[in-house]
Protein backbone atom coordinates (compact mmCIF):
# COMPACT_ATOMS: atom_id res chain seq x y z
CA UNK A 1 0.00 0.00 0.00
CA UNK A 2 1.30 3.45 -0.76
CA UNK A 3 2.35 5.80 1.98
CA UNK A 4 1.69 9.38 1.65
CA UNK A 5 5.05 11.49 1.50
CA UNK A 6 5.74 13.77 4.46
CA UNK A 7 7.70 17.05 4.08
CA UNK A 8 6.20 18.68 1.59
CA UNK A 9 2.89 20.43 2.00
CA UNK A 10 0.52 19.96 -0.86
CA UNK A 11 -0.09 23.53 -2.68
CA UNK A 12 -3.79 24.55 -2.34
CA UNK A 13 -5.64 26.71 -4.72
CA UNK A 14 -7.52 30.03 -3.85
CA UNK A 15 -11.16 30.45 -4.14
CA UNK A 16 -10.91 34.03 -5.32
CA UNK A 17 -11.90 33.40 -9.08
CA UNK A 18 -9.57 34.83 -11.36
CA UNK A 19 -11.93 35.97 -14.25
CA UNK A 20 -9.61 33.96 -16.42
CA UNK A 21 -12.30 32.77 -18.75
CA UNK A 22 -16.17 34.20 -18.47
CA UNK A 23 -19.33 32.01 -18.51
CA UNK A 24 -22.53 32.88 -18.74
CA UNK A 25 -25.62 30.71 -18.95
CA UNK A 26 -27.24 30.35 -22.25
CA UNK A 27 -29.72 27.10 -22.11
CA UNK A 28 -31.58 25.12 -19.21
CA UNK A 29 -33.38 22.09 -20.15
CA UNK A 30 -35.58 19.76 -18.22
CA UNK A 31 -35.27 16.52 -19.24
CA UNK A 32 -37.78 14.27 -17.36
CA UNK A 33 -38.30 13.64 -13.25
CA UNK A 34 -35.65 11.92 -12.80
CA UNK A 35 -32.15 12.56 -11.77
CA UNK A 36 -29.67 12.64 -14.64
CA UNK A 37 -26.46 10.89 -13.27
CA UNK A 38 -23.59 11.22 -15.94
CA UNK A 39 -23.31 13.82 -19.32
CA UNK A 40 -20.68 13.56 -21.83
CA UNK A 41 -19.10 14.96 -24.78
CA UNK A 42 -18.32 12.93 -27.65
CA UNK A 43 -14.46 13.40 -27.89
CA UNK A 44 -13.68 10.29 -30.26
CA UNK A 45 -14.78 11.56 -33.44
CA UNK A 46 -13.69 15.11 -34.93
CA UNK A 47 -17.42 15.25 -36.70
CA UNK A 48 -19.47 15.08 -33.29
CA UNK A 49 -17.08 17.36 -30.89
CA UNK A 50 -20.23 19.42 -30.13
CA UNK A 51 -22.53 16.00 -29.61
CA UNK A 52 -23.02 14.82 -26.08
CA UNK A 53 -25.37 12.28 -24.55
CA UNK A 54 -26.81 11.77 -21.22
CA UNK A 55 -28.27 9.14 -18.87
CA UNK A 56 -30.87 9.44 -16.39
CA UNK A 57 -33.66 7.02 -15.37
CA UNK A 58 -34.15 4.31 -18.14
CA UNK A 59 -33.10 6.77 -20.72
CA UNK A 60 -30.11 7.20 -23.12
CA UNK A 61 -30.34 11.02 -24.83
CA UNK A 62 -27.96 12.30 -27.65
CA UNK A 63 -27.94 16.11 -28.02
CA UNK A 64 -26.29 18.57 -30.36
CA UNK A 65 -24.68 21.92 -28.91
CA UNK A 66 -25.71 24.57 -31.71
CA UNK A 67 -24.74 28.24 -31.79
CA UNK A 68 -26.66 30.99 -29.55
CA UNK A 69 -26.82 28.17 -26.97
CA UNK A 70 -29.50 26.12 -28.60
CA UNK A 71 -29.49 22.18 -27.86
CA UNK A 72 -31.06 20.11 -29.99
CA UNK A 73 -32.31 16.58 -29.20
CA UNK A 74 -30.79 14.18 -31.89
CA UNK A 75 -31.79 10.67 -30.20
CA UNK A 76 -33.61 9.10 -27.45
CA UNK A 77 -33.10 5.45 -26.73
CA UNK A 78 -35.94 3.86 -24.19
CA UNK A 79 -34.70 0.83 -22.67
CA UNK A 80 -37.09 -1.73 -22.53
CA UNK A 81 -36.84 -2.50 -18.50
CA UNK A 82 -38.65 0.43 -17.31
CA UNK A 83 -37.20 -0.45 -13.57
CA UNK A 84 -33.54 0.41 -15.58
CA UNK A 85 -31.47 3.19 -14.10
CA UNK A 86 -28.62 4.35 -15.79
CA UNK A 87 -25.34 5.80 -14.03
CA UNK A 88 -23.02 6.24 -16.93
CA UNK A 89 -22.44 6.56 -20.44
CA UNK A 90 -19.64 6.82 -22.92
CA UNK A 91 -18.72 7.59 -26.23
CA UNK A 92 -16.86 4.53 -28.19
CA UNK A 93 -16.91 3.25 -31.71
CA UNK A 94 -16.68 0.05 -34.03
CA UNK A 95 -13.60 -0.24 -36.21
CA UNK A 96 -14.90 0.88 -38.77
CA UNK A 97 -15.82 4.39 -36.92
CA UNK A 98 -19.53 3.56 -36.48
CA UNK A 99 -20.36 5.80 -33.18
CA UNK A 100 -21.62 3.81 -29.86
CA UNK A 101 -23.17 5.64 -27.13
CA UNK A 102 -22.07 2.63 -24.05
CA UNK A 103 -24.52 3.14 -21.14
CA UNK A 104 -25.01 1.32 -17.62
CA UNK A 105 -26.36 1.28 -14.46
CA UNK A 106 -28.28 -0.43 -11.79
CA UNK A 107 -29.23 -3.80 -13.76
CA UNK A 108 -25.63 -4.67 -14.76
CA UNK A 109 -26.37 -4.95 -18.11
CA UNK A 110 -24.21 -2.59 -20.64
CA UNK A 111 -26.08 -1.59 -23.70
CA UNK A 112 -24.06 -0.47 -26.95
CA UNK A 113 -26.05 1.31 -28.73
CA UNK A 114 -25.09 2.16 -32.48
CA UNK A 115 -25.75 6.23 -32.67
CA UNK A 116 -25.71 6.00 -36.29
CA UNK A 117 -29.08 3.93 -36.55
CA UNK A 118 -30.18 4.09 -32.97
CA UNK A 119 -30.18 0.06 -32.77
CA UNK A 120 -28.95 -1.75 -29.86
CA UNK A 121 -25.47 -3.25 -31.60
CA UNK A 122 -24.66 -5.61 -28.35
CA UNK A 123 -25.56 -5.58 -24.43
CA UNK A 124 -23.07 -7.01 -22.37
CA UNK A 125 -23.93 -9.46 -19.15
CA UNK A 126 -21.19 -10.13 -17.09
CA UNK A 127 -21.28 -7.68 -13.91
CA UNK A 128 -23.01 -9.32 -11.23
CA UNK A 129 -24.40 -5.24 -9.91
CA UNK A 130 -24.70 -2.30 -10.85
CA UNK A 131 -22.44 -0.37 -13.16
CA UNK A 132 -21.24 2.74 -11.47
CA UNK A 133 -18.52 4.51 -14.39
CA UNK A 134 -17.67 2.86 -18.79
CA UNK A 135 -14.76 4.99 -19.79
CA UNK A 136 -13.18 4.81 -23.17
CA UNK A 137 -9.87 3.56 -24.48
CA UNK A 138 -8.79 7.04 -26.54
CA UNK A 139 -5.89 5.56 -28.54
CA UNK A 140 -8.34 2.34 -29.23
CA UNK A 141 -12.00 3.51 -29.04
CA UNK A 142 -13.56 -0.24 -29.12
CA UNK A 143 -12.40 -0.84 -26.17
CA UNK A 144 -13.87 0.67 -22.51
CA UNK A 145 -13.87 -0.57 -19.03
CA UNK A 146 -16.34 -0.64 -16.57
CA UNK A 147 -16.13 -0.11 -13.11
CA UNK A 148 -19.03 -2.17 -10.37
CA UNK A 149 -20.54 -2.33 -7.36
CA UNK A 150 -19.34 -6.45 -7.94
CA UNK A 151 -16.07 -5.43 -6.87
CA UNK A 152 -14.52 -5.55 -10.31
CA UNK A 153 -13.55 -3.49 -13.04
CA UNK A 154 -13.86 -5.04 -16.82
CA UNK A 155 -12.17 -4.57 -20.48
CA UNK A 156 -14.76 -4.78 -23.01
CA UNK A 157 -14.31 -4.47 -26.98
CA UNK A 158 -17.54 -3.27 -28.14
CA UNK A 159 -16.98 -4.01 -31.87
CA UNK A 160 -16.65 -8.25 -31.02
CA UNK A 161 -18.78 -8.10 -27.76
CA UNK A 162 -15.98 -9.88 -25.97
CA UNK A 163 -14.90 -9.36 -22.11
CA UNK A 164 -11.21 -9.29 -22.14
CA UNK A 165 -9.86 -8.96 -18.62
CA UNK A 166 -11.53 -8.75 -15.15
CA UNK A 167 -9.56 -6.68 -12.58
CA UNK A 168 -10.75 -8.48 -9.69
CA UNK A 169 -8.96 -11.25 -7.11
CA UNK A 170 -6.94 -11.24 -4.41
CA UNK A 171 -5.27 -7.29 -4.95
CA UNK A 172 -8.40 -6.45 -6.37
CA UNK A 173 -10.86 -3.80 -4.72
CA UNK A 174 -12.82 -4.38 -1.61
CA UNK A 175 -15.98 -2.78 -1.70
CA UNK A 176 -17.95 -1.03 -4.71
CA UNK A 177 -16.27 0.60 -7.93
CA UNK A 178 -17.11 3.46 -8.25
CA UNK A 179 -14.49 5.18 -11.10
CA UNK A 180 -11.63 4.41 -13.81
CA UNK A 181 -9.87 5.82 -16.02
CA UNK A 182 -7.11 4.81 -18.86
CA UNK A 183 -4.20 6.30 -19.25
CA UNK A 184 -3.92 9.00 -21.63
CA UNK A 185 -0.56 7.32 -23.50
CA UNK A 186 0.45 4.33 -21.59
CA UNK A 187 -2.14 2.18 -22.96
CA UNK A 188 -1.57 -0.97 -20.64
CA UNK A 189 -2.68 1.11 -17.72
CA UNK A 190 -5.65 2.09 -15.76
CA UNK A 191 -6.47 2.89 -12.50
CA UNK A 192 -9.70 2.50 -10.74
CA UNK A 193 -11.07 3.57 -6.70
CA UNK A 194 -14.14 3.30 -4.76
CA UNK A 195 -15.56 2.66 -1.73
CA UNK A 196 -12.47 0.50 -0.09
CA UNK A 197 -11.01 4.47 -0.42
CA UNK A 198 -8.39 3.50 -2.49
CA UNK A 199 -7.18 4.35 -5.72
CA UNK A 200 -5.62 1.18 -7.76
CA UNK A 201 -3.30 1.45 -10.71
CA UNK A 202 -3.55 -1.98 -12.74
CA UNK A 203 -1.31 -3.26 -16.01
CA UNK A 204 -2.45 -4.49 -19.02
CA UNK A 205 1.28 -5.17 -20.52
CA UNK A 206 1.28 -8.91 -19.48
CA UNK A 207 -2.63 -9.82 -21.14
CA UNK A 208 -1.93 -7.55 -23.92
CA UNK A 209 -2.15 -10.72 -26.70
CA UNK A 210 -5.73 -11.42 -25.30
CA UNK A 211 -6.47 -7.57 -25.94
CA UNK A 212 -5.26 -8.10 -29.51
CA UNK A 213 -6.76 -11.39 -29.86
CA UNK A 214 -10.38 -9.93 -28.63
CA UNK A 215 -10.34 -8.09 -32.19
CA UNK A 216 -10.08 -10.94 -34.43
CA UNK A 217 -11.91 -13.47 -32.62
CA UNK A 218 -14.82 -15.36 -34.67
CA UNK A 219 -16.16 -17.80 -32.01
CA UNK A 220 -19.17 -17.15 -29.81
CA UNK A 221 -17.73 -14.38 -27.30
CA UNK A 222 -18.61 -16.78 -24.07
CA UNK A 223 -16.02 -18.83 -25.84
CA UNK A 224 -13.45 -16.07 -25.24
CA UNK A 225 -10.72 -17.11 -22.68
CA UNK A 226 -11.02 -14.08 -20.58
CA UNK A 227 -8.50 -13.85 -18.12
CA UNK A 228 -8.23 -12.10 -14.61
CA UNK A 229 -6.20 -9.76 -13.33
CA UNK A 230 -5.69 -10.14 -9.41
CA UNK A 231 -3.10 -8.06 -8.37
CA UNK A 232 -2.64 -3.95 -9.16
CA UNK A 233 1.26 -2.16 -9.57
CA UNK A 234 -0.14 0.15 -7.17
CA UNK A 235 -2.47 0.71 -4.39
CA UNK A 236 -2.67 4.46 -3.09
CA UNK A 237 -4.76 5.74 -0.06
CA UNK A 238 -4.54 9.22 -0.63
CA UNK A 239 -8.33 9.50 0.89
CA UNK A 240 -9.53 8.54 4.30
CA UNK A 241 -13.39 7.96 2.43
CA UNK A 242 -15.24 7.02 -0.44
CA UNK A 243 -13.01 7.86 -3.82
CA UNK A 244 -15.21 8.32 -6.51
CA UNK A 245 -13.67 10.23 -9.30
CA UNK A 246 -10.31 9.65 -10.95
CA UNK A 247 -8.83 10.33 -13.66
CA UNK A 248 -5.44 10.55 -15.35
CA UNK A 249 -3.45 14.12 -15.73
CA UNK A 250 -0.55 12.63 -17.70
CA UNK A 251 1.33 10.43 -14.68
CA UNK A 252 -0.22 11.89 -12.22
CA UNK A 253 -3.37 11.53 -10.54
CA UNK A 254 -6.77 13.69 -10.01
CA UNK A 255 -8.70 12.23 -7.78
CA UNK A 256 -12.10 13.25 -5.41
CA UNK A 257 -13.41 11.81 -2.34
CA UNK A 258 -16.45 13.85 -0.15
CA UNK A 259 -14.23 16.15 1.40
CA UNK A 260 -14.96 19.10 -0.48
CA UNK A 261 -11.71 19.33 -3.11
CA UNK A 262 -10.30 17.22 -6.13
CA UNK A 263 -6.04 16.25 -5.15
CA UNK A 264 -3.39 15.98 -7.45
CA UNK A 265 -1.25 13.00 -6.69
CA UNK A 266 1.96 11.92 -8.44
CA UNK A 267 2.09 8.05 -7.85
CA UNK A 268 5.95 6.45 -7.44
CA UNK A 269 6.05 3.20 -7.71
CA UNK A 270 8.91 0.58 -6.24
CA UNK A 271 9.98 -1.40 -9.47
CA UNK A 272 10.94 -4.36 -7.04
CA UNK A 273 7.89 -4.84 -5.33
CA UNK A 274 4.84 -4.03 -7.66
CA UNK A 275 2.08 -2.44 -5.01
CA UNK A 276 4.01 -0.40 -2.84
CA UNK A 277 5.20 3.03 -2.94
CA UNK A 278 4.63 6.28 -2.29
CA UNK A 279 1.64 9.09 -3.40
CA UNK A 280 3.59 12.66 -3.40
CA UNK A 281 0.51 14.83 -2.99
CA UNK A 282 0.96 17.86 -5.35
CA UNK A 283 -2.11 20.26 -5.29
CA UNK A 284 -5.39 20.70 -4.02
CA UNK A 285 -7.98 21.96 -5.86
CA UNK A 286 -11.11 23.23 -3.00
CA UNK A 287 -14.95 22.65 -4.11
CA UNK A 288 -16.71 24.10 -1.33
CA UNK A 289 -20.10 21.77 -0.55
CA UNK A 290 -18.87 18.51 -2.67
CA UNK A 291 -19.42 16.44 0.75
CA UNK A 292 -21.89 13.67 -0.87
CA UNK A 293 -20.49 10.27 -2.96
CA UNK A 294 -20.96 10.08 -6.52
CA UNK A 295 -20.53 13.85 -7.70
CA UNK A 296 -17.49 13.38 -10.71
CA UNK A 297 -15.81 16.05 -12.39
CA UNK A 298 -14.97 16.50 -15.88
CA UNK A 299 -12.00 18.21 -18.06
CA UNK A 300 -11.71 19.25 -21.60
CA UNK A 301 -9.76 17.48 -24.15
CA UNK A 302 -6.51 18.55 -23.19
CA UNK A 303 -6.84 18.61 -19.49
CA UNK A 304 -6.14 22.18 -19.16
CA UNK A 305 -9.56 22.58 -16.86
CA UNK A 306 -11.70 20.69 -14.62
CA UNK A 307 -15.43 21.75 -14.15
CA UNK A 308 -16.99 20.37 -10.96
CA UNK A 309 -20.34 20.74 -9.42
CA UNK A 310 -21.76 20.55 -5.84
CA UNK A 311 -24.73 19.50 -3.92
CA UNK A 312 -26.10 22.72 -4.27
CA UNK A 313 -25.70 23.20 -8.10
CA UNK A 314 -22.99 25.63 -8.37
CA UNK A 315 -19.82 24.95 -11.01
CA UNK A 316 -15.96 25.17 -9.97
CA UNK A 317 -13.77 25.29 -13.12
CA UNK A 318 -9.76 25.04 -11.73
CA UNK A 319 -6.84 25.31 -14.24
CA UNK A 320 -5.12 21.97 -13.93
CA UNK A 321 -1.58 22.88 -14.86
CA UNK A 322 -0.70 26.02 -13.16
CA UNK A 323 0.92 26.57 -9.42
CA UNK A 324 -0.71 27.25 -7.31
CA UNK A 325 -3.89 26.10 -8.81
CA UNK A 326 -6.09 29.25 -10.44
CA UNK A 327 -10.10 29.33 -9.88
CA UNK A 328 -10.96 29.94 -13.79
CA UNK A 329 -14.81 30.87 -12.78
CA UNK A 330 -17.77 29.98 -10.15
CA UNK A 331 -21.26 29.06 -12.23
CA UNK A 332 -23.97 29.64 -10.29
CA UNK A 333 -27.44 30.05 -11.02
CA UNK A 334 -30.49 31.31 -9.04
CA UNK A 335 -32.73 28.73 -9.84
CA UNK A 336 -29.96 25.56 -9.85
CA UNK A 337 -30.21 24.40 -6.53
CA UNK A 338 -29.94 20.58 -6.95
CA UNK A 339 -26.85 18.62 -6.56
CA UNK A 340 -25.00 18.65 -9.78
CA UNK A 341 -23.70 14.65 -10.42
CA UNK A 342 -21.71 15.30 -13.36
CA UNK A 343 -19.82 18.13 -15.54
CA UNK A 344 -18.77 17.94 -19.37
CA UNK A 345 -16.76 20.41 -20.44
CA UNK A 346 -16.24 20.41 -24.79
CA UNK A 347 -13.39 19.63 -26.52
CA UNK A 348 -12.10 23.13 -26.02
CA UNK A 349 -13.17 24.33 -22.67
CA UNK A 350 -15.53 26.60 -24.50
CA UNK A 351 -18.81 25.26 -23.19
CA UNK A 352 -19.45 23.22 -19.76
CA UNK A 353 -22.55 21.18 -19.21
CA UNK A 354 -24.13 19.87 -16.02
CA UNK A 355 -26.81 17.18 -15.11
CA UNK A 356 -28.91 17.41 -12.12
CA UNK A 357 -30.65 15.24 -9.41
CA UNK A 358 -33.67 17.12 -10.32
CA UNK A 359 -33.41 15.90 -14.18
CA UNK A 360 -32.11 19.59 -15.56
CA UNK A 361 -29.05 20.16 -17.76
CA UNK A 362 -27.43 23.83 -18.07
CA UNK A 363 -25.39 24.79 -20.60
CA UNK A 364 -22.41 28.00 -19.84
CA UNK A 365 -20.69 29.33 -22.55
CA UNK A 366 -17.85 31.20 -22.15
CA UNK A 367 -17.69 34.95 -23.27
CA UNK A 368 -15.31 36.20 -26.27
CA UNK A 369 -12.74 38.86 -24.33
CA UNK A 370 -13.22 41.89 -25.86
CA UNK A 371 -10.94 42.53 -29.03
Not at 74 to 94: G, I, P, R
Request: aromatic share 12%.
Amino acid sequence: MAKIALGCEPVVGSLTPSKKREYRLTNRLQEGKRPLYAVVFNFIDSRYFNVFATVGGNRVTVYQCLDEGVIAVLQSYVDEDKDESFYTVSWACNIDGAPFVVAGGINGIMRVINASNEEIHKSFVGHGDSINEIRTQPLKPSLVVSASKDESVRLWNVHTGICILIFAGAGGHRNEVLSVDFHPSDIYRIASCGMDNTVKIWSMKEFWTYVEKSFTWTDCPSKFPTKYVQFPVFIASVHSNYVDCNRWLGDFMLSKSVDNEIVLWEPKMKEQSPGEGTADILQKYPVPECDIWFIKFSCDFNYNAAAIGNREGKIYVWELQSSPPVLIARLSHAQSKSPVRQTAMSFDGSTILSCCEDGSIWRWDSIPPPS
